[in-house]
């Protein structure tokens, strides 16, 4: 596997990023480029972008002309994401793996898979297991669009208790 370059929608902050990190120059794309001849360059696109606002544009774009992976999340929206991307890869003879982060995602195939290899099993999933909690970026975006919030941050905090009474067995799904 070799990587072939960023498309951004800001080069030159990329291009400086390398620069003062001391790493090889790398090719650095302007994402209000033309890009239809991406599929001569690479073979797949991981598309980076947040699921608000970024993703709904640029997978479908992506798609038309390169195999794409995105970690779509805006979970009330990914049958329709899926149907759009669906369509255009269809229709471009191109892949688009969408949904592939954390959740839903990897934490969603961990599911699969537990499940496949012992029947019967009760996968839990605790986040927010440091001091600080974790951060939800889809619930964060979610609460940043009721109508007056300003800005928000949806933050998990993992109840010990809880967890020590699953690992007890004294809590069962």
């Known amino acids: ?3 072939s370059g960023i498309i951004t929608r800001n080069p030159q902050r990329v291009l400086e990023e390398f620069e003062q990190r001391g790493l ?6 302007d994402a209000n ?9 690479i073979d797949i696109a991981i598309l980076c972008g947040g699921s608000k606002s970024d993703l ?12 794409t992976v995105d970690s779509f999340d805006t979970h009330p929206e990914v049958v329709n994401y899926y149907n759009k991307m ?7 003879g191109t892949v688009s793996v969408i949904s592939a982060g954390w959740g839903p995602g990897t934490f969603s195939l961990n599911r699969i898979l537990l499940n496949a290899f ?5 996968p839990y999933g605790f986040y927010g297991l440091t001091q600080p909690g974790g951060v939800s970026q889809g619930h964060s975006d979610a609460i940043r669009q009721i109508e007056g919030v300003l800005d928000a941050r949806q933050y998990t905090h993992a109840i010990p208790e809880t967890i ?6 004294e809590i069962q799904i």
């Open 56 to 67: 709904p544009e640029q997978g479908p774009y992506f798609a038309q002309f390169v195999n």
């Open 118 to 122: 012992l029947p019967g099993a009760k």
């Open 86 to 92: 669906d369509e255009v890869a269809k229709l471009n």
């Open 1 to 3: 596997m070799n990587f």
């Open 24 to 29: 090889d120059y790398i090719q650095v794309v």
């Open 164 to 169: 020590e009474r699953v690992r007890n067995g």
């Open 33 to 41: 480029d033309k890009l239809d001849k991406l599929n001569n360059i």
